[in-house]
């Protein structure tokens, strides 16, 4: 069993930065991989950034170069830095990770708006 537990989320204006985190617990050696999806409202939740327990990462297309995915090498922390915000950015971000059997854990998601 693994527990997500996200902070950061908040208003940002258009142009600006954030940044967010999730702490895991648990039993983390069962992670394989870690990510962050986010669902704006009508919309289906989608992934954001992925990252490996050894380090692989991957990058929607939308946030290329503007956002950046890291965890620590024991993988209890995962952090989400979030450059150059629009408000097409605006949405629950969700905390991820899952196993290599098939099991999956959320956090319980932070919201993100982006206005001015």
């Known amino acids: 069993q693994v527990h997500l537990v996200e902070s950061g989320g908040g208003l940002v204006q258009p142009g600006g930065s954030a940044s967010l985190s999730c702490a895991a617990s648990g039993i983390i050696s069962s992670i394989n991989g870690m990510g962050w999806y986010r669902q704006a409202p009508g919309k289906q939740r989608e992934l954001v950034a992925a990252i490996t327990r050894g380090g692989s990462t991957n990058y929607a297309d939308s946030v290329k170069g503007r956002f950046t995915i890291s965890r620590d090498n024991a993988m209890k922390m995962m952090y989400l830095q979030m450059n150059s915000l629009n408000p097409e950015d605006t949405a629950v971000y969700y905390c991820?990770?899952?196993?290599?059997?098939?099991?999956?854990?959320w956090g319980q998601g932070t919201q993100v708006t982006v206005s001015s």
């Open positions: 991820n990770a899952n196993s290599n059997y098939g099991s999956t854990w």
